[in-house]
């Protein structure tokens, strides 16, 4: 792909900071989960976590999932909103008047068996192996939406901290490029701060609708915002050199 138009995205992806997905949570974090509502809920409906209701409300007021759909899910684990997705996209053909749909499941940690779920687990998205393996489970369709919910371990280093997760949006981005379906979706996580702007920038040259979006299941005093990017406008390669 050599047109001008892409070289920030190149940048950006460009930027290796050794990035992992999100890891193990702290003391204090598990203290706050004992309280919160959507915890609770979350037990009570049988979602692995609270972070189905974020995807919950964004796809019921957007309307992104439909039966018969392919979806990637990116940053997994521990897997609500592959949950949701299943449920939505009847990946696992439990309604027969409805297509069935199919989900790829990816994160480095573990994740327990979804029922409709492709789960490459304990791999590094990032890697070319595991963009390998995601397209050779695609059975040669792209994707009709491409989710994000993955971070790096946060280091307490806010500026740092955000860099690495614009490194890792990019990389998404980059990867939907030649692996997303005209017109299709891509919902992805990023904290305020620097490089959010840019990576925006980028997103509204990719699709011809760019959304920010933060769910009520977003805690107040997370920095946590979501890019809604729809209608992908597909990429016209340059028959010369940029």
Not at 33 to 60: G, H, P, T
């Amino acid at each position: 792909m050599n047109t001008t138009k892409y070289r920030r995205l190149y940048r950006l992806c460009s930027q290796n900071f050794g990035c992992r997905m999100k890891g193990t949570s702290s003391r204090k974090w598990l203290q706050r989960q004992q309280s919160d509502i959507y915890v609770k809920m979350a037990r009570a409906e049988n979602w692995r976590c609270r972070s189905a209701f974020k995807l919950l409300e964004i796809d019921d007021k957007y309307r992104i999932l439909r039966p018969g759909q392919l979806v990637i899910d990116i940053g997994a684990a521990p897997g609500s909103w592959t949950q949701v997705v299943c449920q939505r996209t009847n990946a696992a053909g439990l309604d027969n008047n409805s297509p069935k749909g199919k989900v790829i499941s990816i994160d480095l940690l573990p994740i327990s068996k979804i029922l409709g779920a492709c789960i490459l687990d304990c791999t590094d998205f990032t890697s070319q192996d595991c963009q390998d393996k995601i397209i050779q489970n695609s059975d040669g369709r792209k994707a009709d939406v491409i989710l994000s919910d993955m971070a790096p371990n946060a280091s307490g280093m806010k500026e740092f901290d955000g860099r690495l997760l614009v490194s890792l949006v990019s990389k998404v981005l980059h990867f939907s490029v030649n692996q997303l379906v005209t017109n299709g979706t891509v919902l992805v996580k990023l904290w305020q701060g620097s490089g959010c702007d840019e990576l925006s920038d980028v997103m509204k040259e990719l699709f011809s609708s760019v959304k920010l979006v933060k769910p009520k299941a977003s805690r107040d005093d997370s920095r946590e915002i979501y890019f809604l990017c729809q209608k992908f406008k597909g990429v016209v390669h340059s028959s010369g050199n940029s």
